[in-house]
Structures are given as structure tokens and as C-alpha cells.
């Protein structure tokens, strides 16, 4: 019997891979990814020059990603169908050999695999390998401790309404903020109603080539969806 493992990258840099996950890669005779269609993905970029001649490479391509809202009923039924159909390739591969699924940053928090975990149990033995995040690169990158003390640190997606986005920005002590792309506009009005906009970093392409670490204010156009926007702690007051 084989087992499905879910191998966490870390935040880009190769160098900040798990030696677990960097021996289970290079080891592998399966390697499955995601990536959108037409691109080599991510994940994939990371492990160049890691695999094993001869491995077979099993790419799961999103059939979307940004063409339909999250909140359509089509989205949510066309990625289902995108996930059950790769848990079964995977279980069937597992059935007889060990298949290595990579997943950007730490695979257990807001990673893709978890859709496939969750359809795979009781179907085959899995095995997780925890990661880095990204968001720990990139408050890395900025040259800031994230919190001090005390602080609260609240996690959020530019996804969520403005509403909410500023009432988060204004209960917490520090922020992190994912997803950003298109949402920008709309996640600076939040941070300006909740008084944190001039506090605010912007990062794109954390602890990768091309690395920008860069104050929000002072970014126009258009941001990558995967940039990560910062607002540091500064230590919780009696």
C-alpha cells in the first residue's frame, strides 16, 4: 500500500523547504501539483532541478479560477467536481505506490489540498507535512516583527466585504491580509475607515525572486492576487 503525502513548500524559497519535504520531493516517483492551465504553477517552479529523472508528473489544473465569483453556485460546482475526480486518480494511484502532492506555504492553513483531504478519507492513508507559511515570509521580509507582547493577530481575505474588512482592521491588533489582486481598492476604503491605512505594507512575491516589500500608500495600479498586505503590532497597552 501507498500513501498520499502533502509535502508543505513554505513561503517560495526553496532554501526555506522542510529537509522532510526537500527528501520526500526529490525521492518521489509521483509528484502531483496544482496550477492554472497553460502555466507550469507555482508549486511546480518551486521544486525545478529537485525531482528524479524519471518521475511522473500528475498536473491538476483548475478548470477556473478567477473567471467566476467565489460566491456562484457554478464555481463551488466546478471546482467540487475538480476535486473529486483528482481524489480518486490520487487514491488509485496510492493504492500501490506512495504519490507526493506539493502545497505553496504550510498545506493546513488555507491551502488546496485540504479539499482533496477531505475526500480522501477512508479512501487512502495520507500524510501531511507541515510548511512555513507565506505570511511568515513575507512579515519576515518586511523587516518587522508582526507582533509584540500581547497582540492580536487576526488573519483575513480581501475576499470579505468592505464592512467587515474595516471592522477587523479596527479590533485587532495586527493584520495580515491575503488574497489582494482585485480587491485592493476595496481593502484600502476598509483600512482607511478603521484608521490603519498609513500603517499598512504591501509585499508581493514574499521571500521569491522579485521580492517588493512596499508601504500601501505609496502603490498605484494594479497588485498580484497572492500579494499579502501587513499591519505590524505594536504592543498591547494597559
Same mark, same amino acid.
Given at each position: 500500500?501507498?500513501?498520499v503525502?502533502?509535502a508543505?513548500l513554505?513561503?517560495g524559497?526553496p532554501?526555506?523547504?522542510?529537509?522532510?519535504?526537500?527528501?520526500?520531493i526529490?525521492?518521489?516517483?509521483?509528484?502531483?501539483y496544482?496550477?492554472?492551465?497553460?502555466?507550469?504553477?507555482q508549486?511546480?517552479?518551486i521544486v525545478e532541478?529537485?525531482?528524479a529523472?524519471?518521475v511522473?508528473?500528475?498536473a491538476?489544473?483548475?478548470p477556473?479560477?478567477?473567471?467566476?465569483h467565489?460566491?456562484?453556485p457554478?464555481?463551488?460546482?466546478?471546482?467540487?467536481e475538480?476535486?473529486?475526480?483528482w481524489?480518486v486518480?490520487?487514491a488509485?494511484i496510492a493504492k500501490s505506490?506512495?504519490?507526493?502532492?506539493?502545497?505553496?506555504?504550510?498545506?493546513f492553513?488555507?491551502g488546496s489540498y485540504?479539499h482533496?483531504?477531505?475526500?480522501?478519507?477512508?479512501r487512502a492513508?495520507?500524510?501531511i507535512?507541515?510548511?512555513?507559511?507565506g505570511?511568515?515570509?513575507c512579515?519576515?521580509?518586511?523587516?518587522?516583527?508582526?507582533?509584540w507582547?500581547?497582540?492580536v *493577530?487576526?488573519?483575513?481575505m480581501?475576499? =470579505?466585504?468592505e464592512d467587515?474588512l &474595516? #471592522?477587523? /482592521?479596527?479590533?485587532?491588533?495586527a493584520?495580515?491580509v491575503?488574497?489582494?489582486?482585485?480587491? *485592493?481598492?476595496k481593502l484600502?476604503?476598509? =483600512?482607511?475607515?478603521a484608521?490603519r &491605512? #498609513?500603517? /499598512?505594507?504591501?509585499v508581493e512575491?514574499?521571500?521569491?525572486p522579485?521580492q517588493t516589500?512596499?508601504?500601501?500608500?505609496?502603490?498605484d495600479?494594479?497588485?498580484p492576487?497572492?500579494?499579502?498586505?501587513l499591519?505590524h503590532?505594536?504592543g498591547?497597552?494597559p
Open positions: 500500500m501507498g500513501k503525502i502533502c508543505g513554505g513561503p524559497d532554501d526555506l523547504m522542510s529537509v522532510r519535504s526537500h527528501r520526500l526529490t525521492g518521489a516517483r509521483h509528484i502531483a496544482f496550477r492554472k492551465a497553460g502555466r507550469q504553477g508549486a511546480r517552479a532541478g529537485m525531482l529523472e524519471g511522473t508528473e500528475h491538476m489544473e483548475y477556473v479560477t478567477t473567471e467566476i467565489f460566491s456562484d457554478e464555481y463551488n460546482r466546478v471546482l467540487a475538480f476535486y473529486d475526480r481524489a486518480t490520487l488509485e505506490k506512495d504519490v507526493v502532492v506539493l502545497c505553496e506555504g504550510d498545506p492553513l488555507y485540504m482533496l483531504y477531505t475526500r480522501l478519507q477512508g492513508a495520507q500524510e507535512v507541515p510548511g512555513i507559511t505570511m511568515s515570509g512579515w519576515t521580509a518586511s523587516g518587522q516583527p508582526i507582533t507582547g500581547d497582540d *493577530l487576526t488573519v483575513a480581501a475576499t =470579505l466585504s467587515e &474595516a #471592522e477587523r /482592521a479596527a479590533n485587532t491588533d493584520l495580515v491575503m488574497k489582494i489582486g482585485r480587491n *485592493l481598492p484600502r476604503r476598509a =483600512l482607511e475607515r484608521g &491605512a #498609513e500603517d /499598512a505594507w504591501l512575491r514574499g521571500t521569491m522579485g516589500v512596499q508601504k500601501l500608500s505609496e502603490i495600479g494594479e497588485v492576487y497572492f500579494s499579502i498586505v499591519v503590532g505594536q498591547r497597552r
